[in-house]
């Protein structure tokens, strides 16, 4: 969905609204700038998307081994940009781990340091004995590139190499939508957050947003009276911060789920924050900003949506008060003003009827071509699916297995993300 952006232009420029809607704003605040010089702000830098044409998948034609992704995805200094190198140099990516130093230090903008990170053997134990860990507490990871992956992921900038999940994987087959503001949001930031959070969920999106401190917060809480919602760390998917939101953070993984990016044990360091929020508006449809300051970690979700082609949308705040003077910038350089779940639903109503145009024409594609790795009780039970929801009882009885053992297959696909599992014991497909 995202429209390719030259790489000259910076994240912070790009208009805010969808990529190619009118910039109603943008020309306005332009000249308003242009007879008095502000000295810059000091803000958080966002590193700068490459062109699309650049970090195109490498892994479309043969998915790579899940424990090598987890290998580099633990050596600091690599992402996706330097396994797509990697893969140019490497036609068998596994030969990496037993090149000569010269040879991967010889690669643009690796050197020595990074080559020797890469080569150390105890990346491998590592990836290993994370991945017995997180089968011990419940928590799945997803690789690029195979099931489970959000393919919305795949167009953002430096997509990650791995996710850790933990809580219900069905939540993220369902469309989401981001919303995100200040940490010290008033009474009026925390109403609408929930607000916003509560009608949107109702309406079927998983909300998405990042487990801070107040429009965050309750964001998710409101979300979670309605339906489910999804929360995107800054740190490990082990360590809640900040720490006053485990309660809000175990009820999150048991109704939707928490999803990070950075290896088990992370401490939640500042630097963690902006890429976690490209994850936010990369999963989303669009992006409602609530009583966002002028520098607010908010608006660098705000300018990564705007980057990936998604929609931009800001509640309005009193013109007196500190924390809306982001989120009223916004509305003047082009963002959608949001006063109520409507004006939000309007406004994307084509791209959700596209989406689902497109679902019902890959669907009896996907039912003549299952995993191939299904067990024969998966199988039989994929086989049994329908877009519209059938109870577990009905489904036993079809495929012959009795409950508990469809039970078990139902999960499996549910961890595949091949079913989705709806209210009352019921199962569709996505």
Same mark, same amino acid.
């Given at each position: 969905?995202?429209?390719?952006?030259?790489?000259?232009k910076?994240?912070k420029?790009?208009s805010?609204?969808?990529?190619?809607?009118?910039?109603?704003?943008?020309?306005?605040?332009?000249?308003? !700038?242009?007879?008095?010089? &502000?000295?810059?702000?000091?803000?958080v830098?966002?590193e700068?998307?490459?062109?699309? /044409?650049?970090?195109?998948?490498?892994?479309?034609?043969?998915?790579?081994?899940?424990?090598?992704l987890?290998?580099?995805?633990?050596?600091?200094g *690599?992402?996706?940009?330097?396994?797509?190198?990697?893969?140019?140099?490497?036609?068998?990516?596994e030969?990496?781990?037993?090149?000569?130093?010269? $040879?991967?230090?010889?690669?643009?903008?690796?050197?020595?340091?990074?080559?020797?990170?890469?080569?150390?053997?105890?990346?491998?134990?590592?990836? +290993?004995?994370e991945?017995?860990?997180?089968?011990?507490?419940?928590?799945?990871?997803?690789?690029?590139?195979? @099931?489970?992956?959000?393919?919305?992921l795949?167009?953002?900038?430096?997509?990650?190499?791995?996710? +850790?999940?933990?809580?219900?994987?069905?939540?993220?087959? &369902?469309?989401a @939508?981001?919303?995100?503001g200040?940490?010290? #949001?008033?009474?009026?930031?925390?109403?609408?957050?929930? +607000? =916003?959070?509560?009608?949107?969920?109702?309406?079927? =999106?998983?909300?998405? /947003?990042?487990l801070?401190?107040?429009?965050?917060?309750?964001?998710?809480?409101?979300?979670?009276d309605?339906?489910?919602?999804?929360?995107?760390?800054? #740190?490990?998917?082990?360590?809640?911060?900040?720490?006053?939101?485990?309660?809000?953070?175990?009820?999150?993984?048991?109704?939707?789920?928490?999803?990070?990016?950075f290896?088990?044990?992370?401490?939640?360091?500042r630097?963690? =924050?902006? $890429?976690?929020?490209?994850?936010?508006?990369?999963? !989303?449809?669009?992006?409602?900003?609530?009583?966002?300051?002028?520098?607010s970690?908010?608006?660098i979700?705000?300018?990564?949506?705007?980057e990936?082609?998604k929609?931009?949308?800001?509640?309005?705040?009193?013109?007196?008060v500190?924390? /809306?003077?982001?989120?009223?910038?916004?509305?003047?350089?082009?963002?959608h003003l949001?006063?109520?779940?409507r004006?939000?639903?309007? *406004?994307?109503?084509?791209?959700?009827?596209?989406?689902?145009s497109?679902?019902?024409?890959?669907q009896?594609?996907?039912?003549?071509a299952?995993?191939p790795?299904?067990?024969?009780?998966?199988?039989? *039970?994929?086989?049994?699916l329908?877009?519209?929801?059938?109870h577990?009882?009905?489904?036993?009885?079809?495929?012959?297995l009795?409950?508990?053992?469809?039970? *078990?297959?139902?999960?499996?696909?549910?961890?595949?993300?091949?079913?989705?599992?709806?209210?009352?014991?019921?199962y569709?497909?996505?």
């Amino acid at each position: 969905m995202a429209k390719k952006k030259s790489q000259k232009k910076s994240p912070k420029k790009a208009s805010p609204k969808k990529a190619g809607a009118k910039k109603t704003g943008a020309k306005k605040s332009r000249k308003k !700038s242009q007879g008095k010089r &502000k000295k810059p702000e000091k803000a958080v830098e966002v590193e700068k998307p490459l062109p699309v /044409s650049d970090s195109a998948s490498v892994l479309d034609d043969a998915a790579i081994d899940p424990i090598i992704l987890h290998r580099l995805a633990l050596t600091r200094g *690599v992402g996706y940009r330097r396994l797509c190198a990697l893969r140019q140099a490497f036609p068998r990516i596994e030969a990496v781990f037993s090149a000569p130093l010269d $040879r991967l230090s010889g690669i643009e903008r690796f050197g020595k340091k990074l080559a020797r990170a890469i080569l150390d053997p105890k990346t491998e134990e590592m990836a +290993y004995a994370e991945r017995k860990r997180a089968e011990a507490e419940g928590i799945d990871i997803v690789y690029h590139g195979h @099931f489970g992956y959000p393919d919305e992921l795949n167009n953002v900038f430096d997509p990650p190499l791995l996710l +850790y999940i933990k809580g219900n994987l069905s939540s993220l087959a &369902k469309p989401a @939508f981001a919303i995100v503001g200040s940490r010290n #949001c008033g009474t009026y930031g925390r109403k609408y957050a929930a +607000y =916003f959070g509560r009608e949107l969920a109702r309406s079927g =999106f998983t909300v998405v /947003s990042g487990l801070a401190r107040g429009a965050d917060a309750e964001a998710h809480r409101g979300a979670l009276d309605t339906g489910t919602t999804a929360a995107v760390l800054g #740190c490990g998917i082990d360590v809640v911060y900040p720490p006053e939101h485990r309660d809000l953070a175990d009820v999150i993984a048991d109704k939707g789920c928490i999803i990070s990016e950075f290896p088990m044990g992370t401490s939640p360091e500042r630097g963690n =924050f902006p $890429r976690r929020n490209r994850i936010i508006s990369g999963l !989303s449809i669009g992006v409602l900003i609530i009583q966002a300051g002028a520098r607010s970690g908010a608006l660098i979700t705000a300018r990564w949506a705007a980057e990936q082609g998604k929609y931009v949308f800001a509640v309005p705040g009193r013109i007196d008060v500190e924390q /809306s003077v982001g989120s009223n910038r916004l509305i003047k350089d082009g963002a959608h003003l949001a006063e109520n779940a409507r004006d939000i639903l309007e *406004v994307i109503a084509p791209e959700i009827a596209r989406r689902r145009s497109e679902l019902g024409q890959e669907q009896p594609e996907k039912k003549l071509a299952p995993p191939p790795d299904l067990a024969e009780s998966s199988l039989s *039970v994929y086989r049994k699916l329908e877009v519209e929801p059938k109870h577990i009882d009905v489904i036993a009885a079809e495929t012959g297995l009795g409950v508990d053992k469809a039970a *078990v297959a139902l999960l499996d696909l549910e961890l595949r993300r091949l079913v989705v599992r709806n209210p009352g014991q019921t199962y569709s497909l996505p």
